[in-house]
């Protein structure tokens, strides 16, 4: 859904996780769900997250939620791993973890008095696929095929939070907000001045006609495991805090620009993943016909992220720099291809001739 995104600032993306001392939130999960053992810090945009290890062997993933966070959202993010559970348990996510008085949530305070919910999950080994041999064209394509897999999973899934505000759908206009443009840097405003005026009046509204339904939204190489460095097994998709209600074809836009990433000009891991999720979710050829400009707003939207987040702090953080440089190179590079060109390549790999 295009939302007025002109007066967005960045106090609007949440990019705020809380700083709770690792000891005051393990005391907290030992007293609401008698789990201990060894905590380690992992990396969160939006939430607190920690990895539980138990003396057994058996992890966990502990999410603290940021002090933005409405409780509707992280309602919803439960509920569909609960639904994920209940009506397609062969696909691999994490499972919520109950308390001890079987509740899905529980919380905790901080010193402002804020409360923020705490959610426990299972941890699901592997490795991502970002670390090791990079996937060949049929296993792309059964990368793909398991996002496709996945969207059909949750096509029965409604919330009333689905429609929240999220700053990485693609779809919402974030991408074109002119107040984001407005704090812009030169390098992009002067690389994507030329397309913004087409996807704002044109290729948004054209994208927001498509099927639409709740979607991951972010089956990036970071969140998709596989066994070891050489399998191409998915073995789990971890991650729902992108999770939103938008169109289908974002989904695949998700993944295909995190992985094109790794090899800009190497046009054939779209290919490929487009092929794998058109064979388990059939697209329309307009949703094909628009899935290089979806991929041209993920790349936008990383790069307008990424400046919001090092306004506001982020600036010791290497995964922002990177996540920058990667998505500005391959706009470079889709700026010098044919538009047309590369659309109708994209559909004839569907037969859409």
């Known amino acids: 859904m295009l939302m007025d995104t002109d007066s967005i600032t960045p106090q609007d993306m949440r990019f705020n996780p809380p700083a709770f001392d690792a000891t005051e939130v393990a005391q907290r999960i030992a007293a609401q769900y008698a789990l201990e053992g060894e905590w380690t810090a992992l990396v969160g945009e939006r939430d607190q997250n920690f990895r539980l290890k138990k003396c057994d062997g058996k992890k966990y993933v502990v999410k ?156 990036h190489p970071y969140n998709l495991l596989r066994a070891d460095t050489v399998s191409q097994q998915v073995i789990g998709l971890i991650d729902f805090g992108d999770m939103v209600y938008a169109p289908i074809i974002n989904e695949l836009a998700v993944t295909a620009t995190t992985f094109q990433r790794r090899s800009i000009e190497d046009l054939s891991i779209v290919e490929n993943l487009l092929i794998g999720f058109h064979g388990t979710h059939p697209l329309s050829d307009t949703e094909v016909s628009l899935l290089w400009d979806a991929i041209i707003l993920r790349l936008l939207i990383t790069i307008l992220l990424s400046d919001v987040k090092l306004k506001i702090g982020a600036d010791q953080d290497p995964d922002v720099f990177e996540d920058r440089t990667e998505a500005f190179e391959m706009l470079v590079m889709i700026c010098r291809q044919d538009h047309n060109a590369t659309v109708n390549q994209l559909r004839a790999a569907c037969g859409f001739y």
């Not at 296993?139 to 496709?148: E, H, P, S, V, Y």
Request: aromatic share 6%; with cysteine; glycine share 6%.
């Open 64 to 219: 603290v939620a940021g002090p933005d966070e409405a409780p509707d959202i992280t309602n919803f993010q439960v509920e569909a791993l609960l639904y994920l559970e209940r009506v397609s348990p062969h696909i691999p996510v994490p499972r919520i973890v109950r308390t001890q008085s079987g509740d899905c949530l529980s919380d905790i305070i901080d010193t402002d008095g804020v409360k923020h919910a705490i959610r426990v999950v299972t941890y699901l080994d592997g490795i991502p696929y970002a670390e090791g041999e990079f996937p060949d064209a049929e296993n792309l394509q059964k990368i793909g095929a398991f996002m496709g897999d996945t969207v059909k999973a949750l096509k029965g899934f409604e919330h009333k939070a689905s429609l929240h505000f999220m700053p990485w759908n693609l779809s919402n206009g974030i991408a074109v907000s002119r107040d984001l443009w407005a704090d812009a840097k030169e390098d992009i405003k002067s690389l994507a001045a030329p397309m913004l005026d087409r996807l704002r009046n044109e290729v948004l509204p054209a994208l927001n006609r498509c099927p639409s339904q709740v979607i991951h939204n972010d089956g």
